[in-house]
């Protein structure tokens, strides 16, 4: 097979599932809005099983639920049939992955919940199916070719319940609310939770002494508190503790150049410096000091008094960036 003819194949692939996501576009109805509303409905876990790839599709699905405020779990079906059926409890709702809807291992799921009055609610092609006939909402998949060579191997199937169970779960987000804090919140670790963190966060974990100056300081008060704040700057307060102004090693150096050593924090500072409120993102945070290219900026309070200090090397140290 030549490189050309792999490229043919693979690029046949995402056609055909490209064609099955559109089919299923085309295909979905008020059944998306029946498991919305089921599971809005209740306070309990959304649980998620299946078989195979559909498997690991549900688990997929589940971890998308859960962290977009819908609380939500993986329940292998073999596992359920030997005790962890316990882990569906009145008023929690079930999703069932088949694409054939006939996977014998769902059989004890279906009857445990169709005698306990669990609602169910069904991804499958098959509406006369074993796991059909059992659902209480149908999100009937549209029948497609497989993407496989052979027809075998489970590839536009399973986008297809892939991109359905993502559409179910920003649909849920939306009707809840979900926020920005919500998913902050629910995601700590990793670049993404951490730019989710607000400034006011940032510098509650970093208590490093701040590198501060009084308008009065002499030049060389200036050189030793840069040197020993090891951020490149140092802040400029009034009597009040208010942030005034800002000196960078680059404001030092020009002022010897200029041969001003003998200047005042207040004579060499820039006065007006850019602030960061306690409240901002610190995904807005690092935007700002790149479109204003700047590499540090202190959060203050609500009285102007500076209580931390961002600096950019620390932000790419620690993974922000």
Not at 82 to 102: K, N, Q, R, T
Not at 299 to 312: H, S
């Amino acid at each position: 097979m030549t490189s050309q003819s792999d490229l043919d194949l693979a690029r046949n692939v995402i056609r055909t599932e490209r064609n099955a996501l559109e089919k299923l576009e085309q295909t979905l109805g008020p059944s998306l809005e029946e498991a919305v509303s089921t599971i809005l409905a209740t306070d309990r876990h959304v649980i998620v099983a299946g078989v195979g790839k559909s498997g690991h599709i549900g688990q997929k699905i589940a971890a998308s639920l859960a962290s977009t405020g819908t609380p939500s779990f993986f329940l292998h079906p073999t596992e359920a049939s030997h005790g962890d059926l316990g882990m569906i409890v009145p008023g929690s709702v079930v999703i069932a992955i088949s694409y054939s809807g006939e996977s014998r291992e769902l059989i004890d799921l279906l009857r445990y919940c169709k005698s306990n009055a669990i609602p169910l609610i069904a991804m499958t092609r098959a509406r006369e199916s074993t796991l059909g006939r059992y659902a209480d909402v149908l999100l009937e998949l549209p029948t497609v070719p497989e993407a496989c060579p052979n027809g075998l191997a489970p590839t536009s199937s399973t986008t297809m319940a892939l991109a359905l169970g993502d559409a179910l779960t920003i649909v849920l987000m939306a009707r809840r609310g979900f926020s920005t804090e919500d998913f902050g919140f629910r995601h700590p670790g990793g670049k993404l939770g951490r730019t989710l963190q607000t400034a006011g966060d940032y510098i509650r974990d970093h208590k490093d002494p701040l590198p501060l100056a009084s308008a009065g300081a002499s030049f060389e008060e200036l050189v030793i508190a840069v040197s020993e704040g090891r951020k490149g700057c140092v802040g400029i307060i009034d009597e009040t503790r208010k942030l005034i102004g800002m000196v960078t090693d680059g404001d030092l150096r020009r002022a010897i150049l200029a041969g001003r050593t003998n200047a005042s924090a207040r004579e060499v500072m820039t006065p007006g410096p850019r602030t960061i409120d306690p409240d901002a993102r610190m995904m807005s945070v690092i935007k700002s000091f790149s479109e204003n290219r700047i590499s540090n900026a202190f959060v203050v309070d609500e009285t102007g008094a500076p209580a931390g200090l961002i600096d950019m090397k620390d932000l790419l140290a620690e993974g922000y960036v």
